[in-house]
Nanobody, 123 residues
């Protein structure tokens, strides 16, 4: 049974918006910090943003600052990624992650991953 599940991906025109959501279902999972990553074909998985249980946000990727916003439902293991003014270079598989130990912007620090949701931006 999946512990972390993403939803909300799809195809969107450049300049448009998309909202991704992620829920962690295992009460034993460490969800103090949850994060969004993305991976484009042929590229490494890169950290986008991290959010603490209390709502403190950290943005790992300069190219999304001012366009993407990470948020968290109060006192829940549910996070969102609001993507505005999307660009073709935002096309990637987007992953949600939890259960972190170490650098929270590095994929290798996370032990629990969702299956990913595809975001495709066309011009």
């Amino acid at each position: 049974q999946a512990q972390v599940v993403e939803s909300g991906g799809g195809s969107v025109q450049a300049g448009g918006s998309l909202r991704l959501s992620c829920a962690a279902f295992d009460d034993n999972l460490n969800t103090d910090f949850m994060a969004w990553f993305r991976q484009a074909p042929g590229k490494e998985r890169e950290g986008i943003a991290v959010i603490h249980f209390g709502g403190v946000e950290t943005y790992c990727l300069d190219s999304v600052k001012g366009r993407f916003t990470i948020s968290r439902d109060y006192a829940k293991s549910i996070i969102h990624l609001q993507m505005n003014d999307v660009k073709p270079e935002d096309t990637a598989m987007y992953y949600c992650a939890a259960n972190v130990a170490g650098d929270r912007c590095r994929s290798s620090s996370y032990k629990s991953w969702g299956q990913g949701t595809q975001v495709s931006v066309f011009s």
